[in-house]
């Protein structure tokens, strides 16, 4: 089976409150875009790499990935897994339903190779797939409705995980469960939950808890520490 990378740059980072989207800003002068596809192709040289970017987009061709002839590009969607989708339905002419499909946030620059590679080789002896994931430290509380800011119960917390990315699935079962949750309008953060929907039941492998996601501005500091260590 062939290893595809899907990495969804299509997001316009509301959160981040920043003038360009956050997959452009920069952390030690590089754009975060560009950290992330460099890192997951120095780690995995053989795979084909998709990147679907927004219609609005207009930084794309000043990255250094724009230039790599290992990277193509597809239209993105309103929801992250449209654009996960349309880099689904831009590979099909090569690849297979067996083949494998591995999906990064281009919001994660800081994901280790050593948590790639555990994570391809626990999900090569399984038939669906998984995510790196990591256990919750916190102690969690849930609000009740009526009242947001009171505390209705703890929840138990042995038992939860943090989804990360990448998540790495067959090719022919992500593009239907994406397809099924679209189609029946449920709203989904991640693959994984799609593969959930569609009844699947995906494989936990525990990756690193550094290896965060440029959400708010603060991260920008954080990632070039952690970047600093790796
Ligand atoms: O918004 P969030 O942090 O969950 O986005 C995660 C990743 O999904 C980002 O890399 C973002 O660019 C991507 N995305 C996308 N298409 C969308 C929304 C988000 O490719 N419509």
């Known amino acids: 089976a062939s290893l595809w990378l899907i990495v969804p740059a299509a997001g316009v980072g509301q959160r981040m409150a920043a003038a360009c989207p956050k997959q452009y800003l920069r952390v030690d002068s590089e754009y975060i875009l560009d950290i992330t596809l460099r890192r997951l192709l120095a780690a995995l040289p053989a795979a084909g790499c998709i990147v679907p970017l927004s219609s609005t987009d207009i930084w794309w061709p000043s990255t250094n990935a724009s230039s790599d002839g290992r990277i193509a590009t597809c239209a993105g969607g309103n929801e992250r897994a449209n654009s996960v989708l349309n880099a689904l339905q831009a590979l099909a002419p090569t690849a297979k339903n067996e083949d494998w499909v591995l999906v990064h946030d281009a919001?994660?620059?800081?994901?280790?190779?050593?948590?790639?590679?555990?994570?391809?080789?626990?999900?090569?002896?399984?038939?669906?797939g998984g995510l790196l994931a990591s256990p919750v430290t916190d102690t969690l509380k849930m609000a009740s409705p009526q009242a947001p800011n009171t505390v209705s119960s703890t929840i138990d917390r042995r038992h939860l995980w943090r989804a990360l990315t990448p998540q790495v699935f067959r090719y022919g079962l992500l593009r239907d469960a994406l397809q099924g949750a679209l189609?029946?309008?449920?709203?989904?953060?991640?693959?994984?939950?799609?593969?959930?929907?569609?009844?699947?039941r995906p494989l936990l492998v525990e990756g690193r808890s550094d290896n965060i996601k440029i959400t708010v501005p603060a991260d920008l500091a954080l990632a070039g520490f952690i970047l600093g260590q790796l």
Do not use: F, Y
């Not at 189609?183 to 699947?200: P, S």
């Open 183 to 200: 189609n029946q309008g449920v709203a989904i953060t991640d693959e994984a939950a799609a593969m959930e929907q569609a009844g699947h």
């Open 107 to 128: 919001a994660r620059p800081c994901v280790a190779s050593d948590d790639l590679k555990r994570l391809l080789k626990k999900v090569g002896a399984h038939s669906v």
